[in-house]
């Protein structure tokens, strides 16, 4: 392994690892450890955006605090994958198609061979294992940040998203082929 290779693994697995950690300790800080059972939906369900907060911490759904006339802090729990989809399906079967995607993600970043390339994949595993902590032990997903304006919902989300996103960003800038090195060209 080169000392290019060797560096771009390194800063990538820190990314992952960063991001890993940022939400399993945000996660670990605001919900309920009542919410915890292996593969059920204990707090999952009920009305969503139905209470406020009697403390910071402890939340089990349905929470919300605002923060501005488009912003809210809330807990909402996502059974599906992206947006909701797939909600219906069970939470064994959503975590299997995770498990298949972080393991090709996984194959992807070892043949990966650019810093930006590896980081994005790193950030979008990093986040795609905490999310599927959260299905293991909750049965759902925490989502925690919600924008909103003028009666439209946007989406809601938490840590581990905004880092798969990140990642996909990267991936995509990558296709455009920043973070290559310029190749020379050819003399004839």
Not at 167 to 188: N, T
Request: one cysteine or more.
């Amino acid at each position: 392994m080169t000392d290019e290779a060797r560096r771009s693994a390194t800063i990538s697995i820190l990314v992952g690892l960063l991001v890993f950690g940022l939400d399993r300790i945000h996660k670990f800080v605001q919900v309920s450890a009542d919410c915890i059972e292996i593969g059920a939906t204990r707090c999952v369900g009920g009305d969503i955006f139905a209470r406020l907060p009697m403390s910071p911490t402890g939340w089990t759904g349905g929470e919300v605090q605002q923060v501005t006339g488009f912003f809210d802090y809330v807990l909402v729990w996502n059974t599906g994958i992206s947006y909701g989809l797939f909600g219906s399906m069970p939470v064994w079967g959503l975590s299997l198609i995770m498990v298949a995607a972080i393991v090709g993600l996984s194959i992807w970043w070892l043949r990966g061979d650019t810093t930006i390339v590896r980081t994005g994949l790193m950030l979008i595993i990093g986040g795609a294992l905490s999310n599927l902590i959260d299905r293991v032990i909750y049965g759902a997903v925490a989502d925690f940040f919600h924008f909103h304006w003028q009666g439209y919902s946007f989406y809601i989300f938490n840590i581990a998203d905004v880092a798969i996103t990140l990642g996909v960003g990267f991936l995509l800038l990558d296709v455009l082929g920043f973070g290559r090195p310029r190749r020379k060209p050819k003399e004839a």
